[in-house]
């Protein structure tokens, strides 16, 4: 009992194999290039073959290949010979393996012990954050999980691939776009103008779209999430902070449907009416299409439920109306440092779950009757540096007019601000105010 409590006190770790590993780089330095695929000195649990390695890799730095002699002189330049255990331990590493053949297995075996302590480290660290009640569950939550796929990813190895071995995926891949006429490389908005110019929205891109007050921003991406969803099948999640889920719903059903939305609100709709808005329910209904409704969304809260629709709906994409809305954790800090740090952790959630996240945000008054810019958005120039693609919305609000004396299709500017892996521009599209819906000219009904 007494030994089996004295090994659970002990890290996992495997001296043998890591001191195979070393051996086998001695007996053959070009073995260092396989070993620094999934090792480096922290994933050593042994203070001396965590020095022995760190002089390695300093050797390999410059060039150099570590023998017995060089690594010994470097140690000692280092001032790390003593922390090495002396010349004596590095000179009898070579016993500890035959040859340089399996270093691989030995590299892999240390890797995989230092993450097991890795993780042990952090269910310490959780354990001790969940008994300290002043520190909210919500931050544990969201570190643990950020923590574990910070392992996770470290766990992956660095290697490369041979133009040979890249050509066979690659023209798979086209010949398939090729079969199926799809020029989109990312998900296609349902816009072909702006699909032509974005190749559709890519994969780990942040992508926001701004516009003044009532232009139509959630009108804007409700179109675009129902392309995607009901049309192109693509599971996709749409984070409300400023409609309820019933609201978003009649709006999709008003635009799917092509019914005045004013009179779905009131209930006054036309028997003819009711049957193009069963038909549209019907399409709907099948769409992998999730709303999140909660005002002033936490963002500790919105990463966990995003997390959790990708590990569970497979979602592909991700809009949330809007950004200013969701709530930092830290309100003791400037809105502008709280809405800088929103904007790199949607970033970094998009690269994290390897999808688009859409963030719809609001434009200052300065925006007001022109053609919006990049310094137009609002609260934050950070939202600027981190998004991907930016793009406004811009049309003539015609408030002072009444309903009946407003156009049934205004004209709209998509005006492409900034992409960072394609070309800014223009995109002619019209909104019809009836229907809260954005559709491209070319697709106009006449």
Known sequence: ???????????????????????????????????????????????????????????????QKADLITLIDELKLLGRI?????????????????????VEY????????????????LSQHVSAKSFDETVDCGLVLDEAQQRIFEISQNRQTLTYKSIRELLPDTMKTI???????NQYS????????????????????????????????????L???????????H???????????????????????????????????????LHDLMEAAGRIYEAPLYIIDMPNMPLLDLRTMARRLKSEKKVEIIFIDYLTLVTHENTDIPRWEQISSISRSLKALARELRIPVVALSQ???????????????????????????????????????????RPAASPTKLLISKQRNGPVGTVNIVFIPQYTRFEAVENRPH
């Open 1 to 63: 009992m007494a030994l089996q409590s004295l090994r659970d006190k002990i890290p996992p770790h495997n001296a043998e194999a890591e001191r195979a590993t070393l051996g086998a780089v001695l007996l053959d330095p070009d073995a260092i290039q396989t070993v620094l695929r999934f090792l480096r000195p922290d994933d050593f649990y042994v203070n001396a073959n965590k020095s022995i390695f760190f002089a390695v890799i300093s050797l390999f730095e410059k060039g």
């Open 223 to 233: 179109n675009i999430a129902s392309n995607i969803a009901i049309r192109g099948k």
């Open 106 to 121: 030995y590299a892999k075996i240390v890797r995989e012990t230092s993450v097991r302590r890795s993780l042990i480290r």
């Open 186 to 221: 990312g998900i296609a908005s349902g816009f072909d103008h702006l699909d032509a110019m974005t190749s559709g929205f890519q994969n780990s891109e942040f992508i926001i779209i701004g516009a003044r007050p009532s232009v139509g921003k959630t009108a804007f991406a």
């Open 363 to 405: 434009l200052t008054r300065t925006a007001e009757g022109k053609e919006p810019t990049l310094a137009d958005i609002r609260e934050s120039g950070s939202i600027e540096q981190d998004a991907d693609l930016i793009m406004f919305i811009h049309r003539n609000r015609e408030t002072d007019k009444s309903e009946d004396e």
């Open 235 to 273: 599971p996709t999640a749409f984070f409300t902070l400023e409609m309820t889920d019933m609201a978003i719903t009649q709006r999709i059903l008003a635009s799917e449907a092509r019914i005045n939305s004013k009179r779905i609100q009131s209930g006054l709709i036309k028997q003819s009416e």
């Open 175 to 181: 010949e398939t776009l090729y079969r199926t006429k």
């Open 82 to 102: 003593d922390e090495a255990g002396g010349p004596g331990y590095v000179a009898a590493l070579t016993d500890s393996v035959p040859s340089s053949a399996n």
